[in-house]
């Protein structure tokens, strides 16, 4: 099968990070695409960020429509135009934020999240009560670190990762973390190693959620609110997108 | 004070009528500006059509900046990309659809929304969820219409709402009608008319609650997770973002 | 419009302070009644409390009706009689409490509440779950300050709001703070100065959101359960009662 | 023990009706005083009437106190005024909404309510809420009939309400039925007969629950929130209860 | 009237002090059966001890259907088998968990629970959340103590539970604290006499409930879901559920 | 993998088609061992059914201990057991009606239950809630067919399942469907092909998310409250447990 990662912001380096661990994981017969767009912001911090993000991702799930795709993940962990990337596709698309609460919520009663700025954490609460998990997860921490520094060598954050992942050890009365962030997708091994608790990393668990609907047949629904878009002009930069239709 | 009304959509027809509401509503100190982004799509029926758009809403608040903006409203009833948008400002901004179940909610205990489409339902529903009245909403109907027949003469859109507020009336057991689209901002009389119980409409309700803000000195808050953006580098098309600066 | 503020305790220095406020506040068209009941207790501190003034401020709004109002205000942070007082009138009633969630929900994602006695915290928070915001708040604090120490000059209540304001703003990852106290109604802008964050109080609140109402021509839904009192008997004290019809 | 059951209305009628199925179901060593207020509406049936009718609970708790008084029934479905009349007292005190519920979650896993008017329905709703039942009722059921028809003999008053009862069993899923009205406390037996499933109804319900919390040596707590009020002046009609004090 | 108390471990002692709890607070009337399944664990702690722990319940019910039973008690905090053994008979079935939430709730606005040990404080919120008392509980608490410990003389555990609950009272905004073990059944008076707020215990508040019931007239439905089983085979050790039957 | 799939009835024609599903579904590495407990019910259909049938789930997950093996699936739509399995192993051990709440998540925004019997849907019910997916679910549905009548050839069960699928689609205002029922393991194909949106079935479900759990490296967590249950005596029938330690 062919499984188009996308990666919403525009750091390559992280995309290869995010590629890496994705093949890693995949079953022999998955065939990885990791790529990103060409246009957006290098990392994902806002709201805003997000927002812009999100059309990235679309032009990605268009671009991968074309070629032929099995299923998509999105490899932010705002799970930025999710509902939108599925309006576009009969593949099942997968966003990571959801993929980790999913299998966090099958290994653990109850788990924490680690992300990196606090004030991305609203971001997380408003997926977790979305999605129905607001009640298995016990606290949405963060380690203080921008997106970013999970780039550097050396940096100080995976220290400051692991600290925040054994509070949450300690004082949350957890059985599981999730990591909070695609550029975290390296480092699961050695979280997991010193916390000594089940860490789930969400491009990881998309992949493997991918490739499990896949395996069953199962793809994004087309009766009801995730059909393809009716058709309809678009202006400006969009215009292109005028050209959609549902004869898919 | 100087208020925007950004209509998502690139339909100027609806703008005009979106501002025609705004203006014979605004307190006489309010200048409505009422216009919409150049790109993007001419109605907003999907997730896709809504995440696109958000583009265009966070380019008119960006533009709002510079010219000096006291509110924002944003006029789909999908409230796009509002999070977002407040992130780059400290006037308030209000959505639609947030907008009218505040104010619905204020003179019922229970309201039901007419929508245009069915399949749009499902945003009003998460809107519900997130803005805390999921419970004072009894049912999310649909008068399954497209959008821009509401654009058209003689069309019979009009009967098709105003017949689904009835039902909605007869059926639902309660207090008010939430109109679910912006290009409805000019039905709201002839409806609450013929259906005899009060008809909320969120462009007017908007346009108050942000006269009511900036009366109040209550802008977006700064503090925490609506703070500016991280100012950071944005490559392509949205390039010019990289130069957004906290120095605001 | 004529907008009677009712003070629902029997302090008339708090009356006049609010009545203050909300005239500061009130556009100029606004016609601020500024009044309290004759009989119940001088302050509200606990579910007795409130019970026994609601029929103040049930009086109050009859009286409303003879003369001719276009919104009322019930100014204590329980809104005591709030639902019975939609149902005595067309117009427009806010409580003030409601008004400060509505409010603080429209700038920020979460905010908190400061209030003065710990044991009325219980009231903030079935308020919260029946308007729909307990998600919205992240915690009910108090300043173990009784709401008579407000009245008094250079008591050392404001600090203790203050400094009870400032722990909110540093451990509850919030964007807004809720006062919870019609008497700290003068108390904003101070507080606001010393904390550096959107600090939201109820009276002005409620004004505005009464002037909104009004300007948007929605009035308390008279179609279903907010419908006036069905005609009927009423004994002793309460026989005046026996009068009100639904010929309004 | 003495048990004082307070029928919050007027109509002396109900109040003997009431009394008389209080006594009946109670254990021999309780001691049953029936009593209603002076002053207040007939029948209570919106929340003007109930807001009116707390101040004749409160009244009748604080009659209680000074006779010495086991535990307190609160005999209108609404539950009027019983967090402010377990402030009064260390007895516990008991409202038939509240005590149905809780019967009826202990013999079915979802039960439906029939109510006498649909407009009374959303103080049901209310308290499902607050009481934490709301995914324990199915359906808030009206068989529109005014409160006092049910005073009247051979009234159809009866036959509609097994009529609602009979669609509650074939139409909701539910296990048992909980009468949502004081006056329906002679009615349980035939009820139960015609519809064939546990027919709760809150009077008696409130009696034994009352006795349980007895026969444990449970009280209303006096830590927190439902502590006696804080002594403060009353003015006016409500001046007699600035001589209540803290020394009980 | 005929009560059988079953206590799902097999730990005689506590079946014992169980039953003596149980004879001491029933009614003159009530006939107290204490009984422990032979078969199954000595003490649960765990979801595994709680699953096997089930079928000692059923048994218990089955043989005190045939023995002719007017209300049983499950005296185990985690209510195991509840809904299973309301199938299985026409007379009223209370888990001692169940019992504790409801009572605590009665004289209460907020409680908390102080259990064994933190590992099976899950079963609780799971309980809290199907019974809808989760907003009710503030906070789940372990004194970190195996369950029989309670056993032993002289041991340490009541010091350590007292402390636990000086902790919640302390810290929690609560009115009282449940208990969340069978075998502190004797421990509640010692324990609310050294914490002075109401304490909670479920093997009595269950004791009660069921006279409760009992005395209204009302059984497990056997309308919907908890109607008797359908009569099947069943294989090896349990072939002798074959012959129940729907004739009762 | 060595995946062991529990039928925890006792009818081998229905372990037989699961065990053919499952297989039919795993990936070529994957080894089902498909097996039923040798005692308990035929076939579950009640609470007791249920409680009945986890006996035989936790010695099948000892046994397969015992064995190796490397994940487990729980193949009753009522999950028996399912937190107390996690309990006894380092593997994943999923449910089926998780299973299919799960992956119809992913692929719809709303999803309807058809299950067998309406007396079972209080399962899904408290499943829904449990799992956090209650708004995820429009309706659980029944077809009102014994599940043994799955087992016979030419029955009608196979014409109701789908009329009761179709009346989903038509009128619940969902994207997929969730089968909930083991025995309808083989339907799925026909059943999807006949109603024409996604069909869910939980058996083929469980494996896929079972492979991706072992393939990501993920196992129930041994950390807090699924931790090996702490050592103990049995007594009776269930002596041979008295054996398990913490020593894995």
Same mark, same amino acid.
């Given at each position: 099968? @062919?499984?188009?990662?996308?990666?919403?912001?525009?750091?390559?380096?992280?995309?290869?990070?995010?590629?890496?661990?994705?093949? %890693?994981?995949?079953?022999?017969?998955?065939? &990885?695409?990791?790529?990103?767009?060409?246009?957006?912001?290098?990392?994902? #911090?806002?709201?805003?960020?997000?927002?812009?993000?999100?059309?990235?991702?679309? #032009? #990605?799930?268009?671009?991968?429509? %074309?070629?032929?795709?099995?299923?998509? &993940?999105?490899?932010?962990?705002?799970?930025?135009?999710?509902?939108?990337? /599925?309006?576009?596709?009969?593949?099942?698309?997968?966003?990571?934020?959801?993929?980790?609460?999913?299998?966090?919520?099958?290994?653990?009663?109850?788990?924490?999240?680690?992300?990196?700025?606090? %004030?991305?954490?609203?971001?997380?609460?408003?997926?977790?009560?979305?999605?129905?998990?607001?009640?298995?997860? @016990?606290?949405?921490?963060?380690?203080?670190?921008?997106?970013?520094?999970?780039?550097?060598?050396?940096?100080?954050?995976?220290? @400051?990762?692991?600290?925040?992942?054994?509070?949450?050890?300690?004082?949350?009365?957890?059985?599981?973390?999730?990591?909070?962030?695609?550029?975290?997708?390296?480092?699961?091994?050695?979280?997991?190693?010193?916390?000594?608790?089940? &860490?789930?990393?969400?491009?990881?668990?998309?992949?493997?959620?991918?490739?499990?609907? &896949?395996?069953?047949?199962?793809?994004?629904?087309?009766?009801?609110?995730?059909?393809?878009?009716?058709?309809?002009?678009?202006?400006? /930069?969009?215009?292109?997108?005028?050209?959609?239709?549902?004869? @898919?």
């Amino acid at each position: 099968m @062919r499984l188009r990662v996308i990666n919403p912001n525009t750091t390559s380096a992280m995309t290869c990070k995010i590629g890496d661990a994705a093949q %890693r994981i995949a079953a022999p017969g998955t065939n &990885v695409v990791a790529i990103q767009p060409t246009d957006g912001p290098v990392s994902i #911090e806002s709201h805003f960020d997000e927002a812009i993000s999100a059309v990235g991702v679309l #032009e #990605e799930v268009l671009a991968g429509e %074309r070629e032929g795709t099995d299923a998509y &993940v999105i490899a932010c962990f705002g799970d930025p135009g999710l509902l939108a990337a /599925r309006e576009l596709t009969r593949a099942p698309v997968i966003g990571i934020a959801e993929a980790a609460f999913h299998a966090a919520s099958l290994i653990s009663t109850r788990f924490s999240v680690v992300t990196t700025l606090s %004030r991305t954490g609203i971001i997380a609460e408003h997926l977790l009560e979305q999605y129905g998990f607001r009640h298995h997860c @016990r606290r949405v921490r963060a380690a203080e670190i921008p997106v970013l520094d999970l780039e550097e060598d050396g940096s100080a954050a995976l220290d @400051r990762i692991i600290d925040e992942c054994r509070r949450a050890r300690d004082e949350d009365g957890i059985g599981a973390i999730v990591l909070g962030c695609g550029g975290m997708a390296d480092l699961t091994q050695s979280i997991s190693q010193e916390v000594g608790l089940p &860490v789930v990393e969400g491009v990881t668990a998309a992949v493997k959620l991918a490739e499990a609907l &896949v395996g069953l047949g199962l793809g994004t629904s087309k009766h009801g609110d995730l059909a393809f878009p009716r058709p309809k002009p678009f202006t400006g /930069r969009f215009e292109r997108y005028s050209q959609l239709s549902n004869d @898919r």
